[in-house]
């Protein structure tokens, strides 16, 4: 009985020893497991802050997207409307000196005509001048005037050229 004795006596003690492994592998795993669930839970807080953080960062740079909008959309506004003052003052320039030109013209034919009616009045005048003095060569010749001497001295002293020429 001895053996059996022995026998159980070792068995109890590998029992004994396989009970505290056991435990012992329980613990750690239990440790692995507890270990596993707080990196896991670090994990989950970890994505959770990066998570917020992207959510954060992409709601700061719409913020500064719709502020750069803003900005541009004034900006591009304001050149407009400098564009639309500039196009305005260009237009009201362009009349004005459509109307200048215009008046120019205007006054330049003005001119024109009373020039074209002094010209037409100093040649009737100079006109009604040389057919008189064609007429009093005439009387003067009918009179006797180149005969008598009277033509030399009176060529002589410039009167009458037209009647001097006439004569010849």
Do not use: P
Request: proline residues 0%; glycine residues 2%; charged residues 30%.
């Amino acid at each position: 009985m001895q053996t059996t004795a022995g026998a159980d006596k070792e068995a109890a003690t590998q029992r004994a020893a396989a009970e505290e492994n056991l435990v012992a592998a329980r613990d750690h795993a239990e440790r692995l497991v507890s270990d596993a669930r707080d990196q896991v839970a670090e994990l989950t807080a970890l994505a959770a802050q990066d998570r917020e953080a992207t959510s954060t960062a992409v709601t700061e740079l719409r913020r500064l997207a719709e502020d750069d909008l803003t900005e541009i959309s004034t900006l591009v506004k304001e050149r407009r409307e400098e564009a639309g003052a500039i196009l305005a003052r260009a237009q009201e320039q362009a009349e004005q000196l459509v109307t200048a030109a215009q008046r120019e013209v205007e006054q330049a034919s003005e001119r024109f005509e009373k020039r074209a009616q002094t010209a037409a009045v100093q040649c009737d005048t100079r006109r009604a001048e040389a057919e008189q003095l064609y007429t009093d060569a005439v009387k003067a010749a009918d009179v006797g005037l180149a005969a008598s001497g009277e033509y030399e001295l009176a060529r002589m002293v410039g009167i009458n050229q037209y009647v001097a020429w006439r004569v010849r």
